[in-house]
């Protein structure tokens, strides 16, 4: 996912992650702040994932998001 998708819409992604990966807190989201490396980051330590392991469910996590971000958006 860009970057700047991310970061421009971290509020509605928040929730979505938070349920995702409920290991993580509202703090772990706002140090990482809508930055993919600081969310892997988090995601590894807060859930005890593997880089690659991380690395997968945040790319699932994307295109899941990024397919509906795309139909409310059309470009």
């Known amino acids: 996912m ?7 819409n971290w509020k509605q992604f928040k929730g979505s992650i938070l349920q995702r990966w409920g290991k993580l807190t509202d703090d772990d989201l706002e140090v990482a ?3 993919r490396d600081a969310m892997l980051g988090k ?3 807060r859930c005890g994932l593997a880089k ?3 690395e997968t469910q945040l790319k699932d996590f994307e295109a899941t998001h990024k397919a509906a971000y795309s139909s409310r958006f059309p470009q």
Do not use: M, P, Y
């Open 2 to 8: 860009n970057n700047d998708i991310l970061a421009g």
């Open 33 to 35: 702040a809508g930055r």
């Open 43 to 45: 995601l590894q330590e």
């Open 52 to 54: 690659d392991e991380a």
